[in-house]
């Protein structure tokens, strides 16, 4: 095959291209499809948030309940995290992480 064939064939193969006909989506189906992902994912966070809300309502009530109730047992859920906090102190002291 010669250049020439290989040029003319790629000439009809792009004017072959070149006349088809190519169907476009309409744009209002995209904008539905957009809506209906924003609907979805406004759904999904106001559930997470009711969950939010009601886990943190949960844990409100139950360390007032502690507190009304049994204040040694208060006072020791709340030092946990001092402790914690403490104790990455050490660790990171000895480690040789705090300079």
Do not use: W
């Not at 006349?19 to 309409?26: A, F, H, L, Q, S």
């Not at 409100?60 to 047992?73: E, P, W, Y």
């Amino acid at each position: 095959m010669s250049d020439k064939e290989i040029e003319k064939r790629l000439d009809v193969s792009l004017s072959k291209l070149d006349n088809i006909k190519v169907k476009t989506p309409d744009l209002l189906f995209f904008a539905s499809l957009v809506n209906d992902e924003k609907q979805h994912i406004a759904k999904k966070q106001n559930q997470q948030f009711t969950v939010f809300i009601a886990i943190s309502l949960f844990i409100v009530a139950t360390v007032t309940l502690c507190l009304f109730t049994n204040i040694i047992l208060f006072a020791f859920i709340e030092s946990i995290p001092l402790i914690v906090f403490c104790l990455t102190l050490i660790y990171k002291k000895i480690a040789g992480d705090l300079g």
